[in-house]
């Protein structure tokens, strides 16, 4: 137990392991060896990966109220406004964990992608930045290193989306994952300073900025986007960027979102449409790793209704299976994206392996009994009150997991496809870094099971297994249905697709139009505005207008004091004074 | 004869140690740019250690922390009065970093113009050394005057017309405002009645026993500190300025001359004032609003980086002013730290952006791209900038933001409308820099192959080391040791 203790209390070194090993990797990286390069990016995160899992434990067999000391960095904080503390909870410790079983798969996944491409050493380095920010988030105990870690998570997403992509993009990967995540830093922030107008406007700047973190209604306009990033960076931006991130976050909050008046209500419902439009926008899709996005969104959204069912339990292990689950299949779905010509061979697909055989132990992850996801529905539905929000829940729940199975099986179908058409991974590890993501979500849920020896509570009673059940069933159903539909409709890659079905995807990948709009609308509202405020405002009404007729009118009073000088009005004046009397003169006469 | 102490040396070597340089200057012959380069060099350099060593001498100190006096024109009241308090302390630390990497880390637009330029940068840090020391009302107009000065000859030495343009936009609009200025100041002097005095303490003592004569005295400094602020609607000269004039005027402009105007407002109208502006406030709020939003939509239709930088540093002065209106008689520390967040950034970010666009040859964003792979230390260090220009915590500007934004909690739509502001301008920065960082890296188009130069990255280095430690310990800036 000290030893469980001491990996507890040394909680600053979750962040600082990975901050150094990158600091170290983009100052010297240039000049490593390949293997000394792995080495030290796989540090980076085995390290503080063999203290979560300590920590973790300590906070499992340890005593109820296990405390850690704090690291409080108070001097020159301006009384405390700008304090840095850490600590680390229970919460934290499990957050922590996921991130960076995440983080070691797709570190994998990107070191065998990247191995030979130059500037590798700083996208790795850009991996373990991205680590580090979340274990500053996840241990933050005052609000400078939470909004540290929130922000620094999205900037290094955007940096990692955008880093392989080729000019011809246009710097276009990311950026809006990158803007809507700067007004979600924004709201946070608004958020903190809104104590002195009440909690109830506190919880709703908090709650708008997590909805934007998780992608939901009407905030989702940046998913398809950030899903045409490289698989490591997705799996990443989704997974511990944008679902963790805000599911963790939610979670601190909760006491405080729950308090305000219909906010609960209004998260609940948020996630509801949330489910509903990424079946939608899902099912719509032609390309694996936006259905993939889509299905992120579907998985928030179910997260947000387990909080306003009020069962945060639900929410942490749906949180779970979804960062290890689909995190897993975007690993395996990932196409890397650098053009085949710069990577030197063929852009990497899948083996015959995952499209088989190992799709199969995710699909399975996600649905399947005894999954984390399986006992996360249960625990849900069988939370859900008897009213419209619960029955919409359950109802909802069913439609996710039919939705899951049809869209899992054309992923399947599609990675048969890639898999023939282009040259597999040279190595193996990538296979086996997402494989073993899908193959810890049945574990764990086994081990929680077995941990709590099969106790009901776990997956929701009896009303929670036959939902879960049921939904389950409708997952095979899915799978089932579309499995037999294609073989009537072979499956159409992109690049073949009929006018209609363009415009239909066109329509899901940008949310069905409303994600679209919600960008679009301030975007080109506030273009206009600005060009009238550069063009009209500053250099027509002020420059031109303003400034100019008053150059003009001093110039003019100059020319006049000119004349004058000259004697040329003089001269007009007596020549005038003279031409009027002899007028008046010849008109008496 | 009263003994003058070594802080007191330190107090009166800050405005006269460039002067001294820049007298040194004009004595060597134009070819010699060697020697006036090091010469340069090491008076700006003096000056920022000097600064240095009082910012130790004085740290913690609160209200005034240092002042020496001597009459000078006794009939009138006007003394050479220096001083400098904590928001004195910290905008002399500003205009003494920002001088130093100016003279280090720019050149001139032709070898043959290297005498000039160091020798005008130097007199742009004396006058604005000047303006942050001076304590009596006449030194102080004086010296703010006299700024102008080489900064019109610093600005009209672009490469083309517009430089000639913008620096006399920026003369024309600043002696009109500074008459008004000066009416200001006799109304004010005649005001606080006899013996006449130009003493700061002095008159706003009596000042404050004839509360109703200074409102509308007040109302006359005002436009001369919002056109140096570039604030909505005398912000035109500004980005004009900054994309057609050379790199070393765009990096004192926005980061000397901006704040400076804001610490005008502080220094004489929160100091004779006080906390009876007489609807000032809300006027002034207004304006930073308008100037902030203004900026931060303006900046997002620039296709010009120089010019998008520019709407970038408007924004922030907006900010400034926001938090500057709500402190200006009371805690200025917001404004104060905003003003010394933006202009160390915005500093930076020209720059950063003066090599760049001087190495690629354009200014346009979409036609420079790749420094990410060319240039990753260097791009790197431009980010500090970055991210303190958008608020994001760790920073400089993070601080400013979130003491400002704190400033005005109690009123909701200032607030928002400020935050909206934040978002806006952080959105552009951030595209701007995301897009010529990423792309492919085409050598042929750059100018050499030695860009930067070590000394503008080591100065790059220094200012984002700065823009950091004020981002996560802000109380060693402000000397608050809390």
Redesign the interface.
């Known amino acids: 137990m000290e030893y469980l203790q001491l990996a507890a209390n040394g909680h600053w070194l979750l962040w600082l392991v990975p901050f150094t090993m990158a600091l170290t990797g983009s100052g010297l990286g240039a000049g490593m060896p390949r293997r000394l390069l792995t080495l030290l990016a796989l540090a980076g995160l085995l390290l503080p990966f063999c203290q979560s899992i300590l920590a973790v434990l300590f906070f499992l067999l340890g005593p109820a109220a296990a405390q850690v000391p704090q690291l409080k960095m108070t001097a020159f904080s301006l009384d405390g406004r700008f304090a840095l503390a850490f600590a680390l909870d229970a919460k934290g410790a499990w957050a922590m964990l996921l991130c960076l079983t995440v983080a070691l798969a797709a570190m994998v996944h990107a070191l065998a992608s990247v191995a030979r491409l130059a500037g590798r050493h700083r996208y790795l380095a850009l991996i373990l930045t991205f680590v580090a920010s979340a274990g500053f988030l996840f241990t933050a105990q005052s609000p400078m290193p939470l909004l540290i870690g929130w922000e620094g998570l999205a900037l290094c997403g955007a940096f990692l989306a955008g880093f392989w992509e080729p000019e011809a993009g246009g710097g276009r990967t990311g950026m809006r994952w990158l803007i809507f995540q700067r007004a979600s830093g924004v709201l946070l922030v608004v958020g903190f300073l809104s104590r002195q107008w009440g909690e109830t406007w506190t919880a709703a700047f908090v709650l708008a900025a997590l909805a934007v973190r998780a992608g939901q209604l009407p905030f989702h306009g940046w998913i398809p986007g950030s899903t045409r990033a490289p698989a490591s960076t997705t799996n990443l931006v989704h997974g511990v960027g944008s679902l963790l991130a805000a599911t963790y976050l939610m979670d601190q909050f909760w006491p405080l979102i729950a308090s305000a008046p219909y906010l609960a209500e209004i998260a609940g419902f948020v996630g509801a449409a949330g489910v509903s439009f990424g079946i939608l926008a899902g099912f719509q899709q032609h390309r694996s790793q936006t259905v993939l996005g889509w299905l992120f969104m579907v998985q928030g959204g179910l997260i947000w209704m387990a909080f306003a069912v009020g069962d945060p339990v639900a929410a942490r292990l749906l949180a779970s299976s979804g960062v290890l689950v689909l995190g897993g299949m975007m690993l395996a779905m990932g196409d890397f994206s650098v053009s085949p010509a710069a990577l030197g061979r063929s852009a990497s697909g899948l083996g015959k392996f995952f499209s088989q055989r190992g799709l199969l132990v995710l699909g399975a992850a996600m649905a399947l009994p005894p999954s984390l996801n399986f006992l996360a529905l249960g625990r849900l539905c069988g939370s859900a009150p008897e009213s419209t929000l619960g029955w919409l829940i359950r109802a909802l729940t069913g439609v996710a997991l039919f939705g899951f199975g049809w869209m899992f099986q054309r992923m399947e179908a599609d990675a048969r496809e890639i898999a023939t058409s282009v040259h597999q991974i040279e190595s193996r590890w990538p296979r086996w870094a997402a494989l073993s993501l899908g193959g810890l979500a049945v574990t764990a849920g086994l081990g929680v099971l077995l941990a709590h020896e099969l106790t009901p509570a776990v997956y929701g009673g009896s009303a929670g297994l036959f939902w879960a059940s049921l939904s389950s069933g409708l997952a095979v159903l899915g799978w089932l249905l579309g499995r037999a539909l294609s073989k009537s409709r072979p499956h159409r890659l992109t690049g073949r697709l009929t006018a209609s079905q363009r415009t239909m995807d066109r329509v899901a990948s940008t949310g069905l139009g409303l994600g679209e709009m919600v960008v679009q609308f301030p975007l080109i509202s506030l273009r206009l505005l600005g060009v009238v405020i550069w063009r009209g405002l500053g250099d027509f009404i002020i420059d031109t207008l303003v400034l100019g007729t008053a150059v003009r009118s001093i110039e003019g009073i100059g020319t006049a004091l000119r004349y004058l000088q000259n004697g040329r009005i003089q001269r007009y004046t007596l020549m005038t004074v003279l031409a009027t009397l002899l007028l008046i003169k010849w008109m008496q006469g | 004869m009263a003994v003058v102490t070594l802080t007191e040396i330190l107090l009166l070597a800050l405005p006269i140690t460039p002067l001294v340089g820049a007298f040194l200057v004009s004595f060597f012959p134009a070819g010699a740019c060697r020697r006036i380069r090091a010469l340069g060099w090491t008076f700006a350099i003096a000056t920022l250690a000097i600064w240095v060593a009082l910012k130790f001498s004085l740290f913690s100190g609160q209200g005034m922390l240092v002042s020496v006096e001597w009459p000078w024109v006794q009939s009138l009241g006007i003394s050479l009065h220096f001083a400098l308090d904590e928001t004195g302390l910290m905008m002399a630390g500003l205009v003494t970093l920002i001088s130093a990497a100016a003279v280090v880390g720019t050149l001139p637009i032709l070898p043959e113009l290297n005498r000039s330029h160091v020798l005008f940068l130097l007199l742009a840090e004396a006058g604005m050394l000047g303006v942050v020391t001076a304590w009596d009302l006449m030194l102080f107009v004086a010296f703010w005057e006299v700024t102008l000065i080489p900064f019109f000859f610093l600005m009209g030495r672009g490469p083309s017309l517009g430089g000639v343009n913008a620096a006399t936009?920026f003369i024309?609009?600043s002696v009109a405002s500074s008459v008004l200025m000066w009416v200001g100041v006799l109304l004010v002097v005649q005001a606080a009645g006899l013996p006449r005095t130009f003493d700061l303490i002095e008159l706003s003592r009596r000042l404050s026993q004839n509360q109703a004569a200074i409102p509308s005295a007040m109302w006359l400094f005002v436009p001369a500190f919002l056109v140096r602020m570039a604030a909505f609607?005398l912000?035109?000269w500004f980005?004009v300025a900054c994309a057609n004039v050379p790199n070393a005027a765009s990096v004192l402009l926005a980061g000397g001359v901006l704040p400076l105007g804001g610490f005008g407002l502080i220094h004489i109208l929160g100091r004779l004032c006080g906390p009876q502006l007489g609807g000032m406030n809300e006027w002034l709020v207004w304006v930073g609003v308008g100037t902030a939003l203004?900026g931060g939509?303006?900046?997002?239709?620039?296709r010009d980086l120089k010019r998008l930088l520019a709407n970038v540093c408007l924004s922030q002065m907006g900010i400034a002013l926001i938090g500057l209106s709500y402190s200006l008689g009371t805690d200025l520390s917001a404004g104060a730290m905003m003003l010394f967040a933006s202009g160390i950034a915005g500093a930076t970010l020209f720059l950063f952006a003066g090599v760049v666009c001087r190495a690629r040859g354009s200014q346009r964003v979409a036609e420079i791209?790749?420094l990410?792979?060319s240039h990753?230390f260097f791009a790197?260090l431009a980010f500090t900038a970055v991210?303190s220009a958008?608020?994001?915590?760790?920073t400089a500007g993070?601080?400013g933001?979130?003491?400002v934004?704190?400033g005005t909690?109690?009123h909701?739509v200032i607030?928002?409308l400020s935050?909206g502001a934040?978002?806006?301008t952080?959105?552009s920065v951030?595209?701007a820099y995301?897009?010529i960082?990423?792309?492919?890296h085409h050598p042929a188009v750059w100018g050499g192959p030695s860009w930067p130069r070590k000394r503008q990255a080591v100065i790059l280095a220094i200012l984002a080391v700065f823009i950091l430690v004020c981002g996560?310990?802000?109380?060693?800036m402000?000397g608050?040791?809390?």
């Open positions: 936009r024309v609009i609607p912000h035109t980005p203004g939509i303006a900046s997002m239709v620039q791209s790749g990410w792979h990753p790197g991210a958008a608020a994001i915590p760790g993070f601080v933001v979130m003491l934004l704190d909690a109690n909701q607030t928002l935050a934040v978002l806006l952080g959105a951030v595209w995301r897009r960082l990423g792309g492919s996560l310990w802000p109380g060693l402000m608050v040791r809390s």
